[in-house]
Nanobody, 115 residues
Framework: QVQLVESGGGLVQPGGSLNLSCSFS??????MGWFRQAPGKERVLVAS????????WYTGSVKGRFIISRDNAQETLSLQMNSLKPEDTAVYYC??????????WGQGTQVTVSS
């Protein structure tokens, strides 16, 4: 059964860190990504990782602050987020990349960066 389940979000002060996790049952052989949707904005890709884990990509605003990784044996995708900024506030989702491959979305996890 394919499914995507995100966790690890929360409220953090600017400059803080969070580590997001995603259980991606059924997508071991697929490239994966973390997406985020801020209030009133479209959902966008933040980071992606190839199925083998050796190639990664980051959008410019998070490069150097976020690290994407995966463990195919555990079917887990992670996003280590450091030096968080208020503009990182959003609901974060994991999915295949491109997202149309999976045909589904999880419930997402809320990240709020505020003092």
């Amino acid at each position: 059964q394919v499914q995507l389940v995100e966790s690890g979000g929360g409220l953090v002060q600017p400059g803080g860190s969070l580590n997001l996790s995603c259980s991606f049952s059924g997508f071991t052989r697929f490239d994966m990504g973390w997406f985020r949707q801020a209030p009133g904005k479209e959902r966008v890709l933040v980071a992606s990782i190839a199925w083998h884990g050796e190639t990664t990509w980051y959008t410019g605003s998070v490069k150097g602050r976020f690290i994407i990784s995966r463990d195919n044996a555990q079917e887990t995708l992670s996003l280590q987020m450091n030096s968080l900024k208020p503009e990182d506030t959003a609901v974060y989702y994991c999915n295949t990349y491109p997202s149309s491959t999976s045909g589904i979305w999880g419930q997402g996890t809320q990240v709020t960066v505020s003092s």
